[in-house]
């Protein structure tokens, strides 16, 4: 939990089959696991991206860590899709709930309660085979398409991270009542960085893996379908080490390649509070985030009067002398973002050389540290654009990149999480975005602007039952989609 104010801390069998199997998950249906006979039997494997419909939402319910707001406030806005006509006749969806262990009959029926128990017969299915007590729905594995020797077409299949735990036999479980192949991860070392989070993938099938991921798993990928397609991005200065928490893929039927690259920009969070007035910053209802915002704008407003203090004073010109650090940062949190790639070059360098003095102060440290981290992520989504690019044979051709305001703080372990919750850490359901509430409405306001200008819609759910427990939103939760339809096909 955050300390302090700034904290240190294509095609798939027959579609009657497929529908059967995923419509009819854990009701009276035969269903079974397709075994692999030999690893050497696959061809390849595709993993789906949000580009791809969506059948099932998965969501773990559990009381015991309060996140019945959260899953109540996610199938309500499932319900409100297919309600405002949103959702394609054929195309259907529900959420999937699994109960955590200690669920009762009562916490069902507070969710008919609050929901509506007609909204919950059409859009909600329970888990009946399965509780658990891991809500981290994202990190047991992946839903994609396989590639058998002997087979006409590509299958289903689960991909199991081997994250174990409690949810060591849910891929299974999923796969059986899915009736798709399932398929593990050789490496047996646990590790988190091979887990969903840290295992993204573009609708033009390049993936995006973090380096925390084991050597094993990125040599069974690239054996498997991914030699040459593959972005290793930086995920080391993470605690958790996963890409899903600076970058996420998004359909955007306006860009050119049919989908948006979405990224955490602190640079972007910083602007946005400065810009914001004393009284918008007051509302902010957590205490900690109220007090710690309220200090990086007086700082960056007292930073604003001296600059104009010292061009009333006539000395317009500094060339060769070494500026205030807190005017440095103003003049590169001011510089407008791009249109397009909105990918920084190397202007920060001015802000963080040796030639600029930082006093130490909290304040200060924290803002050094966030444009620090910017200039990271910035860097390796230009690494992920020149791999789309490499791949495409698209060289010079621009990428659709849009920013959602971030910021991160150290842990204790001398890596990085989200300070903020991680409005990037999103759940994507067609044009709905389901975000996390980054609880300023500066913030809200900007996402929610981003969003409609390529065509999507922002939806804020309080995921501080996930972010409190070192997660976000998109963590806890996964999705099984369609291999063969599209809300925005690829192009």
Not at 108 to 114: G, N
Not at 413 to 427: E, T, W
Request: glycine share 8%.
């Amino acid at each position: 939990m955050p300390t302090g104010k700034f904290g240190v801390k294509y095609a798939a069998g027959a579609a009657l089959a497929f529908f059967m199997a995923a419509g009819g998950l854990f009701c009276d249906v035969e269903a079974r696991v397709r075994q692999v006979a030999s690893p050497e039997d696959i061809e390849s494997i595709r993993f789906l991206s949000p580009n791809n419909i969506p059948v099932k939402v998965l969501v773990v319910y559990t009381p015991g860590q309060q996140n019945e707001n959260f899953v109540i406030s996610l199938v309500n806005i499932v319900a409100g899709m297919h309600e405002k006509g949103q959702v394609r006749k054929g195309e259907e969806f529900k959420v999937h709930i699994i109960p955590g262990w200690e669920m009762n009959e009562k916490d069902y029926e507070h969710i008919r309660t609050q929901v509506g128990a007609e909204r919950v017969a059409r859009y909600v299915e329970f888990n009946k085979a399965y509780t658990t007590r891991d809500m981290w729905m994202q990190d047991w594995g992946e839903v994609g398409v396989v590639k058998i020797k002997g087979e006409p077409k590509p299958q289903t299949v689960v991909f199991d991270s081997n994250r174990g735990r409690d949810n060591a036999e849910l891929p299974g479980i999923l796969a059986k009542f899915w009736n798709s192949y399932l398929v593990k991860n050789p490496s047996e070392a646990y590790s988190g960085g091979d887990y969903g989070g840290n295992i993204e993938v573009t609708p033009d099938n390049v993936l995006l893996i973090g380096d925390t991921s084991t050597p094993e798993l990125r040599t069974y990928l690239e054996k498997h379908g991914y030699q040459n397609r593959m972005a290793v991005l930086e995920t080391e200065w993470l605690h958790v080490g996963h890409v899903d928490e600076y970058i996420s893929v998004c359909p955007n039927p306006k860009a050119a390649r049919g989908y948006t690259l979405i990224k955490a920009n602190p640079r972007l969070a910083l602007r946005l509070v400065k810009d914001a007035t004393d009284e918008e910053l007051k509302t902010i209802e957590h205490k900690e985030y109220r007090d710690a915002l309220l200090k990086i704008k007086k700082y960056l407003v007292k930073a604003e009067v001296e600059k104009a203090k010292a061009l009333k004073q006539g000395r317009k010109t500094r060339a060769g002398a070494r500026k205030p650090f807190s005017e440095a940062v103003l003049e590169y949190i001011n510089l407008p973002e791009e249109t397009t790639e909105a990918l920084i070059k190397s202007k920060s360098g001015a802000i963080l050389a040796a030639g600029h003095e930082v006093s130490g102060d909290e304040v200060e440290e924290f803002i050094k540290l966030n444009l620090t981290l910017g200039n990271l992520i910035d860097t390796n989504v230009k690494r992920a654009c020149d791999k789309i690019s490499e791949v495409r044979k698209e060289a010079g051709k621009p990428h659709s990149v849009l920013s959602f305001p971030a910021l991160f703080r150290k842990m204790y372990s001398g890596k990085h999480i989200a300070y903020l919750p991680g409005s990037v850490n999103q759940l994507i359901l067609n044009n709905q975005l389901i975000v996390p509430d980054p609880k300023v409405n500066a913030m809200r306001r900007h996402i929610a602007r981003a969003a409609d200008m390529i065509g999507l819609h922002a939806n804020f759910i309080d995921s501080l039952p996930y972010h409190n427990l070192q997660g976000q939103l998109h963590c806890g939760t996964n999705v099984f989609r369609h291999p063969n339809r599209y809300f925005v096909v690829p192009k």
